[in-house]
């Protein structure tokens, strides 16, 4: 058996086992937000009794999530929000994001390189440049500003220069603000009721500050070229 075969189906493993304990363990229930809101007392008082298992369930759900690329990270997002407050739960979403996203980095590195510049070469010319002459500076661009999926940037990435610690802290710090403005969000939600509106408010108002930053980096960019010329 070639290694390229080898390292397949050291992959397909790996994904299978992560797929197990999604689809066939309670894990993947947890994302049932509507439920969760129904039972927000019972539920709460549960995860305080069991902080630190709650705690590494959230966080093992997140990185199961980012690697596989399952969709429903803002809604797990939210229910960090919901559990734990913003601001620890913006600590282990980015724990579990981060470690999710490194694992599809390393499973491009190391199982799919050569697959993945041929599927996407159109797309890849622009980023491969741009990680050449920029590297870690337009990963964290791509982090705090959204121009391709989440789960692409993390293969892409994987198939080009950018070193592991690199991708690590890029994407660690670059996911801050918006996890931060969707854990407020979800935290909003457990307090209402509370005579806590404010909490709904200021979650609305990070959202919308983060929706102006592809137009305030579009504007940068357009003045940097007006005064080049």
């Not at 050291?10 to 309670?26: D, E, N, Q, R, Y």
């Not at 369930?57 to 997002?77: D, E, K, N, Q, W």
């Not at 980015?94 to 797309?123: C, E, M, P, S």
Request: hydrophobic share 55%; aromatic share 14%.
């Amino acid at each position: 058996m070639n290694t390229f075969r080898r390292r397949i189906l050291i992959l397909m493993a790996i994904l299978a086992g992560l797929a197990a304990v999604w689809f066939l363990t309670p894990v993947g229930d947890i994302v049932d937000f509507q439920s969760i809101f129904e039972n927000r007392d019972t539920l709460l008082k549960t995860v305080k009794a069991n902080y630190l298992v709650a705690v590494l369930v959230y966080i093992g759900v997140y990185i199961a999530a980012t690697a596989l690329s399952v969709p429903g990270a803002t809604v797990l997002t939210l229910l960090g929000g919901f559990f734990f407050g913003p601001w620890l739960a913006t600590a282990y979403v980015n724990i579990g994001a981060t470690l999710g996203a490194f694992i599809i980095y390393l499973a491009a590195r190391f199982f799919l390189g050569d697959g993945i510049q041929k599927k996407y070469a159109d797309k890849l010319v622009k980023f491969n440049k741009e990680i050449d002459e920029n590297g870690p500076n337009y990963m964290l661009t791509l982090r705090l500003v959204p121009i391709f999926p989440f789960f692409l940037v993390n293969l892409f990435a994987g198939v080009t220069t950018i070193k592991p610690k690199q991708f690590l802290w890029t994407t660690a710090l670059g996911i801050i603000p918006g996890s931060f403005a969707y854990a407020w969000l979800g935290h909003a939600g457990a307090t209402i009721g509370e005579g806590a509106p404010w909490q709904l408010f200021v979650a609305l108002g990070l959202l919308a500050l983060l929706s102006l930053i592809p137009v305030l980096m579009r504007k940068m960019k357009g003045r940097a070229v007006e005064e080049a010329v």
